[in-house]
T-cell receptor, first 115, second 115 residues
Framework: NAGVMQNPRHLVRRRGQEARLRCSPM?????VYWYRQLPEEGLKFMVY????????ESGMPKERFSAEFPKEGPSILRIQQVVRGDSAAYFC?????????????FGEGSRLTVL | AQSVTQLDSHVSVSEGTPVLLRCNYS??????LFWYVQHPNKGLQLLLK??????LVKGINGFEAEFKKSETSFHLTKPSAHMSDAAEYFC?????????????FGTGTQLKVEL
Protein backbone atom coordinates (compact mmCIF):
# COMPACT_ATOMS: atom_id res chain seq x y z
CA ASN A 1 0.00 0.00 0.00
CA ALA A 2 1.87 3.01 -1.28
CA GLY A 3 2.04 6.05 0.92
CA VAL A 4 1.42 9.63 -0.09
CA MET A 5 3.30 10.25 -3.31
CA GLN A 6 4.59 13.67 -4.26
CA ASN A 7 6.35 14.76 -7.39
CA PRO A 8 8.60 16.22 -8.36
CA ARG A 9 10.78 15.80 -5.30
CA HIS A 10 12.92 18.72 -6.38
CA LEU A 11 11.98 21.55 -8.69
CA VAL A 12 14.04 24.53 -9.81
CA ARG A 13 12.35 27.53 -11.36
CA ARG A 14 13.45 31.01 -12.38
CA ARG A 15 11.57 34.02 -11.12
CA GLY A 16 8.36 34.53 -13.06
CA GLN A 17 7.91 30.90 -14.08
CA GLU A 18 5.18 28.59 -12.92
CA ALA A 19 5.57 25.68 -10.51
CA ARG A 20 3.22 22.72 -10.39
CA LEU A 21 3.44 20.26 -7.54
CA ARG A 22 1.51 17.02 -7.57
CA CYS A 23 0.25 14.83 -4.77
CA SER A 24 -1.38 11.42 -4.91
CA PRO A 25 -2.97 10.56 -1.56
CA MET A 26 -2.84 7.17 0.04
CA UNK A 27 -5.24 4.64 -1.36
CA UNK A 28 -8.65 5.11 0.16
CA UNK A 29 -7.94 8.66 1.32
CA UNK A 30 -10.20 11.38 0.02
CA UNK A 31 -8.87 14.33 2.03
CA VAL A 32 -5.73 16.20 1.01
CA TYR A 33 -3.82 18.92 2.84
CA TRP A 34 -0.95 21.08 1.65
CA TYR A 35 1.64 22.51 4.04
CA ARG A 36 4.62 24.74 3.40
CA GLN A 37 7.88 24.58 5.31
CA LEU A 38 10.16 27.57 5.01
CA PRO A 39 13.82 27.13 5.97
CA GLU A 40 14.31 26.75 9.73
CA GLU A 41 10.57 26.83 10.38
CA GLY A 42 7.77 24.42 11.13
CA LEU A 43 5.07 23.47 8.69
CA LYS A 44 2.34 25.99 7.98
CA PHE A 45 -1.09 24.95 6.79
CA MET A 46 -2.03 26.16 3.33
CA VAL A 47 -5.15 24.43 2.06
CA TYR A 48 -7.47 21.51 2.70
CA UNK A 49 -9.29 19.81 -0.17
CA UNK A 50 -11.68 16.98 -0.75
CA UNK A 51 -12.43 15.61 -4.18
CA UNK A 52 -13.47 18.55 -6.40
CA UNK A 53 -13.87 20.86 -3.42
CA UNK A 54 -11.71 23.34 -1.56
CA UNK A 55 -12.77 23.12 2.06
CA UNK A 56 -10.36 25.53 3.74
CA GLU A 57 -7.85 27.75 1.97
CA SER A 58 -7.22 30.10 4.85
CA GLY A 59 -3.46 29.50 4.68
CA MET A 60 -3.04 30.18 0.99
CA PRO A 61 -1.45 33.43 -0.14
CA LYS A 62 -4.09 35.59 -1.78
CA GLU A 63 -2.32 35.80 -5.11
CA ARG A 64 -0.43 33.45 -7.41
CA PHE A 65 -1.26 30.27 -5.46
CA SER A 66 -4.03 27.84 -6.30
CA ALA A 67 -4.87 24.23 -5.53
CA GLU A 68 -7.18 21.63 -6.92
CA PHE A 69 -8.11 18.03 -6.29
CA PRO A 70 -10.01 16.77 -9.32
CA LYS A 71 -12.30 13.80 -9.44
CA GLU A 72 -9.62 11.85 -11.23
CA GLY A 73 -5.89 12.28 -10.77
CA PRO A 74 -3.64 13.86 -8.19
CA SER A 75 -4.05 17.04 -6.24
CA ILE A 76 -2.08 19.92 -7.72
CA LEU A 77 -0.61 22.95 -6.03
CA ARG A 78 0.12 25.63 -8.58
CA ILE A 79 2.29 28.66 -8.04
CA GLN A 80 2.30 31.26 -10.78
CA GLN A 81 5.04 33.82 -11.37
CA VAL A 82 7.24 32.40 -8.66
CA VAL A 83 9.44 34.66 -6.55
CA ARG A 84 12.47 33.81 -4.42
CA GLY A 85 10.35 33.82 -1.27
CA ASP A 86 8.41 30.85 -2.62
CA SER A 87 11.49 28.66 -2.17
CA ALA A 88 10.41 26.09 0.40
CA ALA A 89 9.47 22.48 0.93
CA TYR A 90 5.84 21.79 0.15
CA PHE A 91 4.31 18.81 1.89
CA CYS A 92 1.13 17.04 1.05
CA UNK A 93 -0.79 14.97 3.59
CA UNK A 94 -3.88 12.83 3.31
CA UNK A 95 -6.45 11.27 5.56
CA UNK A 96 -9.58 9.20 5.37
CA UNK A 97 -12.96 10.74 5.93
CA UNK A 98 -13.06 8.92 9.23
CA UNK A 99 -9.94 10.12 10.99
CA UNK A 100 -11.25 10.81 14.46
CA UNK A 101 -7.81 11.26 15.89
CA UNK A 102 -6.75 13.87 13.42
CA UNK A 103 -3.84 11.84 12.13
CA UNK A 104 -2.46 12.81 8.74
CA UNK A 105 -0.07 10.84 6.56
CA PHE A 106 2.61 12.92 4.92
CA GLY A 107 4.49 12.61 1.67
CA GLU A 108 8.23 13.24 1.41
CA GLY A 109 7.73 16.73 0.12
CA SER A 110 8.54 18.73 -2.99
CA ARG A 111 11.43 21.11 -2.60
CA LEU A 112 11.08 24.22 -4.72
CA THR A 113 14.06 26.42 -5.41
CA VAL A 114 13.50 29.73 -7.15
CA LEU A 115 16.58 31.24 -8.77
CA ALA B 1 -7.44 29.01 18.44
CA GLN B 2 -4.67 26.52 19.04
CA SER B 3 -0.91 26.68 19.21
CA VAL B 4 2.11 24.78 20.37
CA THR B 5 5.38 26.07 21.74
CA GLN B 6 8.50 23.97 21.55
CA LEU B 7 10.72 25.35 24.22
CA ASP B 8 14.07 24.32 22.73
CA SER B 9 15.11 24.80 19.14
CA HIS B 10 18.18 22.57 19.59
CA VAL B 11 18.88 19.73 22.01
CA SER B 12 22.13 17.81 22.17
CA VAL B 13 22.57 14.53 24.07
CA SER B 14 25.12 11.76 24.24
CA GLU B 15 24.25 8.37 22.89
CA GLY B 16 22.74 6.20 25.62
CA THR B 17 21.51 9.13 27.72
CA PRO B 18 17.87 10.22 28.14
CA VAL B 19 16.10 12.53 25.73
CA LEU B 20 13.62 15.22 26.75
CA LEU B 21 11.97 17.44 24.13
CA ARG B 22 9.57 19.95 25.61
CA CYS B 23 6.23 21.09 24.25
CA ASN B 24 3.46 23.26 25.64
CA TYR B 25 0.13 23.62 23.92
CA SER B 26 -2.83 25.93 23.88
CA UNK B 27 -6.20 24.88 22.55
CA UNK B 28 -9.78 26.06 22.81
CA UNK B 29 -10.98 22.53 22.23
CA UNK B 30 -10.14 19.19 23.71
CA UNK B 31 -6.94 18.67 21.76
CA UNK B 32 -5.35 15.80 19.97
CA LEU B 33 -1.58 16.04 20.25
CA PHE B 34 1.11 14.45 18.15
CA TRP B 35 4.83 14.20 17.81
CA TYR B 36 6.24 13.86 14.31
CA VAL B 37 9.86 13.26 13.36
CA GLN B 38 11.53 14.50 10.20
CA HIS B 39 14.84 13.14 9.03
CA PRO B 40 16.88 15.28 6.61
CA ASN B 41 15.19 15.69 3.24
CA LYS B 42 12.47 13.27 4.20
CA GLY B 43 8.79 13.51 4.97
CA LEU B 44 7.26 13.45 8.42
CA GLN B 45 6.73 10.27 10.34
CA LEU B 46 4.26 9.99 13.19
CA LEU B 47 5.96 9.02 16.44
CA LEU B 48 2.95 8.98 18.72
CA LYS B 49 -0.42 10.57 19.36
CA UNK B 50 -2.63 11.52 22.28
CA UNK B 51 -6.37 11.48 21.74
CA UNK B 52 -7.93 11.74 25.25
CA UNK B 53 -7.34 8.14 26.22
CA UNK B 54 -4.36 7.24 28.42
CA UNK B 55 -2.28 10.25 29.38
CA LEU B 56 0.98 8.36 28.95
CA VAL B 57 1.39 7.55 25.31
CA LYS B 58 3.92 5.11 23.91
CA GLY B 59 5.17 5.50 20.39
CA ILE B 60 7.61 3.96 17.99
CA ASN B 61 11.34 3.58 18.52
CA GLY B 62 11.07 3.72 22.31
CA PHE B 63 9.63 7.24 22.51
CA GLU B 64 6.82 8.18 24.83
CA ALA B 65 5.02 11.35 25.88
CA GLU B 66 2.86 12.34 28.80
CA PHE B 67 -0.16 14.60 28.48
CA LYS B 68 -0.43 16.90 31.50
CA LYS B 69 -3.51 19.04 31.33
CA SER B 70 -2.65 21.04 34.45
CA GLU B 71 0.64 22.07 32.88
CA THR B 72 -0.65 22.16 29.27
CA SER B 73 2.39 20.11 28.36
CA PHE B 74 3.14 17.15 26.12
CA HIS B 75 6.85 16.49 26.50
CA LEU B 76 8.55 13.77 24.48
CA THR B 77 11.00 11.44 26.20
CA LYS B 78 13.18 8.45 25.48
CA PRO B 79 15.24 6.63 28.11
CA SER B 80 18.30 6.08 25.94
CA ALA B 81 19.21 8.00 22.80
CA HIS B 82 20.49 6.30 19.68
CA MET B 83 22.46 7.86 16.87
CA SER B 84 19.57 7.19 14.51
CA ASP B 85 17.34 9.45 16.64
CA ALA B 86 19.14 12.54 15.31
CA ALA B 87 16.43 14.44 13.44
CA GLU B 88 13.97 17.28 13.78
CA TYR B 89 10.96 16.74 15.99
CA PHE B 90 7.67 18.57 15.74
CA CYS B 91 4.99 18.85 18.38
CA UNK B 92 1.60 19.21 16.74
CA UNK B 93 -1.90 20.01 17.96
CA UNK B 94 -5.10 19.19 16.15
CA UNK B 95 -8.64 20.27 16.78
CA UNK B 96 -11.20 18.55 14.64
CA UNK B 97 -13.59 21.15 13.36
CA UNK B 98 -15.72 21.55 10.29
CA UNK B 99 -12.51 22.51 8.56
CA UNK B 100 -11.06 19.04 8.85
CA UNK B 101 -7.90 17.88 10.55
CA UNK B 102 -6.02 21.14 10.42
CA UNK B 103 -2.79 20.58 12.27
CA UNK B 104 -0.82 23.35 13.94
CA PHE B 105 2.91 22.70 14.10
CA GLY B 106 5.50 23.89 16.54
CA THR B 107 8.69 25.38 15.18
CA GLY B 108 10.60 22.15 15.74
CA THR B 109 13.42 20.89 17.93
CA GLN B 110 16.60 19.70 16.28
CA LEU B 111 17.96 16.71 18.20
CA LYS B 112 21.67 16.01 17.95
CA VAL B 113 23.08 12.76 19.30
CA GLU B 114 26.78 12.59 20.00
CA LEU B 115 29.03 9.62 20.58
Amino acid sequence: NAGVMQNPRHLVRRRGQEARLRCSPMKGHSHVYWYRQLPEEGLKFMVYLQKENIIDESGMPKERFSAEFPKEGPSILRIQQVVRGDSAAYFCASSTDRAPTGELFFGEGSRLTVL
Amino acid sequence: AQSVTQLDSHVSVSEGTPVLLRCNYSSSYSPSLFWYVQHPNKGLQLLLKYTSAATLVKGINGFEAEFKKSETSFHLTKPSAHMSDAAEYFCVVSALTGGGNKLTFGTGTQLKVEL
